[in-house]
């Protein structure tokens, strides 16, 4: 029995697994293969180690899933592979190849082929031709080398989603099923056109290919028979488009009694849900539903060609937390049409919402999408698309530019929703031409500083109170602080702060009577998140509370206590 690796490169977005190896791996082993899965996303090993479980497996064939933000990784994986055991074959197929397919093997020669578009069929006719010695000159979705030029065969996305096997998920090593929530894919491709997607260059067309509601069914049932899964999550680009599908999907699950919990995030269509869908998903366990907004801005909805209208996120939204379901929106930040005005529009939008959750990623302009065409035209890329990410730790990743929404727009976008009550409270004062904002620092707080320092602008002075100076300088992210802000590190509260141009931020734990100077114009408890009524509390100037005729001095003890008590109150705040 011929062996096949296959293998998911580590890189920065941690996903449950590798639903496409998985879904090769049962492809494979249904026509005589012995296959092995080694998942260095979830499972991270050294180079050392890998080596040796290769070499303990002894595959003929290594298949490398190559993703956009795994690319380098994974080419680099295959050179080790390739220096290693050069009588190994090694097959790259996923995502980035199939939109990059002669670019990346040029670039890694260590590639012996590629596999293009959605590789159930064509990944079992290479493995085939490999280990028979055929030829591989007709072989659907195949990428190849003939002296010296890369060569793509015509390729076509299987038809017919009932007839393939279910994924494989046992020959993941290190895979457990414990507390594991199963992704599951019900349907494949999009018929829309957004301009910033790549979903339809990924499947061949624009064309919504689905799964029967049975077929989806019989899967879960067998996983909870078999493996005694209690969680689901669905992987669709589109899972509604068809509600009579999704409603007869749903239908099932309560006939069937299998009591699971699941939730749909990887974002729905606004326009493609009812009262009635909405309510049959809540009866069969689903918790929570995600929206793919991008932008409450009329202007630069209209330019990213969803082909929906913002009333329908307004009356999914409605819907869908009326049924009981929690409500998530996905934001973009970066898009065409897009300025730094109008992504406020799109935080104000997305508080309007009273989402449950929510989530701002920064654009990437993938190849050949539209997005991608303009940003070529009028923006500029700040690096090579395989270096691109949506998301970081502590950076914010910007990848490229476009000269209405320049780069420091773009960060200061992403901290301005992040710290959204920072960044109104001072837009409500903005009159005040020598506005200071004082930083009470707890420890929880270091982190956040740069990022409040860019919500807030460079026209204000920062204070932070109690942080070390040389600590918030040294973290990775104050480097994108613009150098302008001007930002004072001192042990004590300052005294020559006017009263009028002072905001206090200070951290919702304990001892918030003892932090707050009793001069603090206004006070926002903990910017870092999110409040949903009152956010600002205009304090009584020093003395003001005081018996008729005292001095101006400070407030006493049981007076500044009552003014933060009603504060507290106000706010919903219990210390």
């Known amino acids: 029995m011929e062996r096949i690796l296959l293998i998911n490169p580590s890189g920065w977005q941690k996903e449950s697994i590798n639903?496409?190896?998985?879904?090769?791996?049962?492809?494979?082993?249904?026509?005589?293969?012995?296959?092995?899965?080694?998942?260095?996303?979830?499972y991270e090993m050294s180079d050392a180690a890998f080596l040796e479980n290769v070499r303990q497996f002894s595959p003929r064939l290594v298949g490398i899933s190559i993703k956009t933000a795994t690319a380098r990784e994974g080419g680099r994986l295959s050179r080790l592979l390739k220096e290693a055991m050069p009588e190994v074959i090694t097959v790259a197929g996923g995502p980035h190849m199939s939109l990059c397919p002669e670019s990346y093997m040029r670039d890694y020669p260590s590639i012996s082929f590629g596999v293009m578009g959605e590789g159930e069929e064509a990944m079992v006719h290479l493995a085939k031709a490999i280990c028979n010695g055929g030829k591989v000159e007709k072989l659907n979705g195949i990428v190849?080398?003939?002296?010296g030029q890369i060569l793509l065969n015509k390729w076509m996305p299987p038809e017919n989603l009932d007839a393939l096997m279910f994924p494989n998920l046992d020959v993941i090593q290190g895979f457990s099923w414990k507390n594991f929530r199963y992704p599951i894919l019900s349907s494949r491709g999009c018929p829309f056109g957004c301009i910033y997607c790549c979903v339809n260059k990924l499947t061949g067309s624009r064309k919504w290919r689905y799964r029967t509601p049975e077929n989806v069914v019989d899967e879960l049932e067998s996983l909870v028979r078999t493996k005694g899964i209690t969680s689901f999550e669905i992987w669709d680009d589109n899972f509604t488009l068809d509600l009579s599908r999704a409603k007869k999907i749903c239908q099932l699950l309560i006939d069937r009694k299998l009591n699971l919990s699941w939730y749909c995030h990887n974002g729905i269509r606004a326009d493609r849900i009812d009262e009635e869908l909405a309510q049959m998903m809540k009866a069969a366990?689903?918790?929570?539903?995600a929206f793919g907004v991008e932008s409450g801005s009329p202007v630069t909805f209209a330019a990213i060609k969803k082909g929906e209208p913002l009333s329908a996120v307004i009356n999914a939204v409605k819907l869908v937390k009326k049924a009981g379901i929690k409500a998530v929106g996905y934001f973009i930040i970066g898009l065409p049409g897009d300025t730094l005005e109008r992504f406020v529009e799109t935080v104000y939008f997305q508080r309007s919402l009273e989402l449950d959750?929510?989530?701002?990623?920064?654009?990437?302009?993938?190849?050949?999408?539209?997005?991608?065409?303009?940003?070529?035209?009028?923006g500029t890329m700040f690096c090579e698309i395989t270096e691109t990410q949506h998301f970081s730790d502590d950076m914010v990743p910007i990848s490229f530019e476009l000269p209405d929404f320049p780069k420091a727009?773009?960060?200061?976008?992403?901290?301005?929703?992040?710290?959204?009550?920072?960044?109104?409270?001072?837009?409500q004062v903005a009159d005040s031409v020598n506005l200071t904002v004082v930083h009470h620092v707890s420890p929880p707080m270091i982190s956040h500083l740069p990022g409040m320092f860019i919500a807030g602008g460079s026209k204000i002075c920062h204070v932070v109170v109690g942080g070390d100076e040389a600590v918030v300088r040294a973290l990775p992210s104050f480097t994108q602080v613009p150098n302008t802000t001007k930002i004072l590190f001192s042990d004590n509260m300052p005294s020559d702060i006017p009263f009028e141009n002072q905001i206090a931020v200070v951290d919702q734990g304990s001892n918030i009577l003892e932090r707050i100077s009793p001069d603090s114009g206004l006070v926002l408890f903990d910017?870092?998140?999110p409040l949903r009524h009152l956010t600002l509390v205009r304090l009584p100037?020093?003395?003001?509370?005081?018996a008729r005729g005292a001095p101006d001095s400070d407030l006493k003890n049981d007076e500044k206590k009552n003014v933060?008590?009603?504060a507290l109150d106000a706010l919903g705040i219990h210390p």
Not at 357 to 378: D, S
Not at 541 to 546: D, I, P
Request: contains cysteine; charged residues 20%.
């Open 19 to 42: 639903l496409g190896l998985s879904y090769l791996a049962s492809s494979l082993m249904a026509h005589g293969f012995d296959v092995l899965i080694l998942d260095l996303n979830r």
């Open 144 to 147: 190849w080398r003939q002296n």
């Open 285 to 289: 366990g689903c918790t929570s539903l």
């Open 357 to 378: 959750h929510y989530v701002y990623g920064m654009l990437i302009p993938y190849p050949h999408t539209e997005l991608w065409e303009i940003v070529q035209t009028h």
């Open 409 to 427: 727009d773009m960060i200061r976008a992403f901290y301005i929703a992040k710290y959204f009550d920072l960044f109104d409270a001072i837009r």
């Open 527 to 529: 910017a870092r998140r």
């Open 541 to 546: 100037k020093a003395g003001s509370l005081g």
């Open 564 to 566: 933060f008590s009603k």
